[in-house]
């Protein structure tokens, strides 16, 4: 992107998505100076990589269609093809989806906790749990608690929001209620949560609803649901793990989990892991909390992207 110019680099990040943009800006941020034949080399593996694709069919809304289906169901490819095909809308919470955490938080905090919740439910799961980081206890918890017991959202009811927010709406009374919030929704936001924040949370949801907490609870991918991966995903999981985040955060794994790891290594990469671990001195419990949330964030990347598969009850088996 550096290397193309400030109008090319804008026209390319037109396509991509917020998350996208995020990263890819971070990057350029922190990017040093580069040689001239390092470029070079860059541009030239870019383009042997490219010249190797074709674009036949791509220009075919009904072949992406079509492909899309049979590769992730009816439900997820509608999803997605919304976001590919479908205009996008520059205005009400789409773009929040566009600011930066503290940003919305500042924006909505002053609105009914349900119509925070609300927002909250139609962001990316990371962004929305950012943005409750930067509310109070006491409101952090009353949404989480509103989100959790949502089961879906009127039209009339998003016009509470200010004039962006209700840009949303196609003014037409007739419209069905959406699906959108749940114990689901609500597992997913706390699953990016710090682990003190979490229980912070998760004690205000169980004095208020003992039986709904225990379901969020059910929901949630905690770290030693790692053990259910297969072993294809604990090794594509592994080469995207940094070492000494993985010790960290094996420390407070149980046996069977860190055997589960070991077994997906290379016996000399599992034998120097064992001695790394015993050798490793006591740890702080948040140390190891915060890199077991990094990895967990990893989990759901590549989970999201197909790469592997959540182990989960009945149905849900993709996530």
Known sequence: MLALGEEEAAEVMKYLGPREVQKLGAAMSTMKAVASEQLEKVLDDFRSETEQNTSFGLDSDEYIRTVLTKALGEDKASSLLNRILGTRDASGIESLKWMDAQSVADLVRNEHPQIIATI???LERYHASEVLTYFSERLRNDVVLRIATLDGVQPAAL????????KLLTGNES????PIGGVRSAAEILNFLSGEVETSVMDSLKNYDGDMAQKIMDEMFVFDNIIDIDDRGIQILLREVQSESLIVALKGANQDLREK???NMSQRAAEMMREDLESKGPVRLSEVEAQQKEILQIVRRLADEGQIILGAKGEDAYV
Do not use: G, P, S
């Open 120 to 122: 909250l439910v139609h």
């Open 159 to 166: 016009r509470e929001l200010n004039e962006v927010l209700t």
């Open 175 to 178: 419209l069905k209620k959406k």
């Open 261 to 263: 790891i070991f077994k």
